[in-house]
T-cell receptor, first 116, second 112 residues
Framework: NAGVTQTPKFQVLKTGQSMTLQCAQD?????MYWYRQDPGMGLRLIYY???????DKGEVPNGYNVSRLNKREFSLRLESAAPSQTSVYFC???????????????FGAGSRLTVL | GESVGLHLPTLSVQEGDNSIINCAYS??????FIWYKQESGKGPQFIID?????DKRQGQRVTVLLNKTVKHLSLQIAATQPGDSAVYFC???????????FGAGTTVTVRA
């Protein structure tokens, strides 16, 4: 099983450019998430999707949009990239988005984005 | 702000020794606590979790201890190996929520 697949792995943008990070999971998970990881700050939730057809803001949603295209795919879009969005982005999925169980997340390998 | 944090950002361990990675949390009502391992250039991987009604849980070479009195979580790795070099994150799942809150991570370096 591939698990969670993210593309691209690396991207360099100029300030003001737009781009979309793609994510797909093959585990039939209901919930999907986008995190960003910055040095010394751990993982911060940008957006999440509890189930197909729903999306919600996380801790740091400003400057981002998401689309839950179907059960498998969850994309993250930067409409006008800023240097502050330079980060490593991780997509994750979990079996169910309900408040029981540990809700263990399966992560992709990450997408390293640099905004100049 | 973050409700989960780790005591030390870095830990250097001699190969073969036991490692202890600490984590302090602030939400006393959290239901689950989870440890993740992130190797260089990879995404975090699940190691072990523990429910709030437990004090200890063991896995393969790892043990997680939960002290609710002082809101402290630790991950013990027995006989640390070079492959254990990574960043370790603790995460908590608050009550009535399924989204995890992550700490900043501890970088473990294993010395040969």
């Amino acid at each position: 099983n591939a698990g969670v697949t993210q593309t691209p792995k690396f991207q360099v943008l100029k300030t003001g450019q737009s781009m979309t990070l793609q994510c797909a999971q093959d585990m039939n998970h209901n919930s999907m998430y986008w995190y960003r990881q910055d040095p010394g700050m751990g993982l911060r939730l940008i957006y999440y999707s509890a189930s197909e057809g729903t999306t919600d803001k996380g801790e740091v949603p400003n400057g981002y949009n998401v689309s839950r295209l179907n059960k498998r795919e969850f994309s993250l879009r930067l409409e006008s990239a800023a240097p502050s969005q330079t980060s490593v982005y991780f997509c994750a999925s979990s079996e169910r988005g309900r408040a029981y169980g540990a809700n263990v997340l399966t992560f992709g390998a990450g997408s390293r984005l640099t905004v100049l | 702000g973050e409700s989960v944090g780790l005591h030390l950002p870095t830990l250097s361990v001699q190969e073969g020794d036991n490692s202890i990675i600490n984590c302090a949390y602030s939400n006393s009502a959290s239901d689950y606590f989870i440890w993740y391992k992130q190797e260089s250039g990879k995404g975090p991987q699940f190691i072990i979790d523990i429910r709030s009604n437990m004090d200890k849980r063991q896995g393969q070479r790892v043990t997680v201890l939960l002290n609710k009195t002082v809101k402290h979580l630790s991950l013990q790795i027995a006989a640390t190996q070079p492959g254990d070099s990574a960043v370790y994150f603790c995460a908590e799942r608050p009550p009535n929520d399924y989204k995890l809150s992550f700490g900043a991570g501890t970088t473990v370096t294993v010395r040969a």
